[in-house]
């Protein structure tokens, strides 16, 4: 059975117990910069990737990857990044990044609705609501294709620098083996 907030505040405890501080972002700094703009941030303390990855709770990018802080991860349904674009501008904004990866997975549970599903569901809660007709649920009909969009998306974005979009690469993990597989683009 799934965790209630009461149990996950338990659970704190013992991680609060053996919990190890972390640096602050001014202990992280060597020097300042401009107000707001971190650029001090010393290389061995900064993240060099941001991952965009889905947020079913089987496919964690801190242990697929054995991540140690050293990269930022943003989760949403499929791991779409057209939807969390400002989270990524903002990093590479403040802290900015080489490298990002879209990860995908098989089972992922995009791939068992239809945007038009969720639609149909949303408009039986709330028939008044007529924003419903114009959204995007992140449905997914074929995977390796839902990552070679993702990762297009990125690269072409006027908004990401041409350095990092050339460092845009996809991937869809196989919840089976464990396994990574490159998406070519």
Known sequence: MPADIAELVERNKNHASNHTPIPTIEEMMRS???PGVMIGISHSARPYASFF???D???VPEDIFELKKDA???RNIAGHPQSVMNEILTIDAFIPLKEILVLHHTDCGAT????DAVRAKLMERLPENKEFGTMSFGAIADLDQSVREDVNFLRTSP???EELAKQT???LYDIE???LREIKV
């Open 32 to 34: 300042q910069g401009p």
């Open 159 to 161: 908004l990401i620098t």
């Open 72 to 74: 930022f991860t943003i």
């Open 112 to 115: 068992h609705f239809t945007d």
């Open 53 to 55: 990855s889905c947020m």
């Open 169 to 171: 690469r996809g991937f």
């Open 57 to 59: 709770p089987r496919v």
């Open 177 to 179: 083996t464990g396994e």
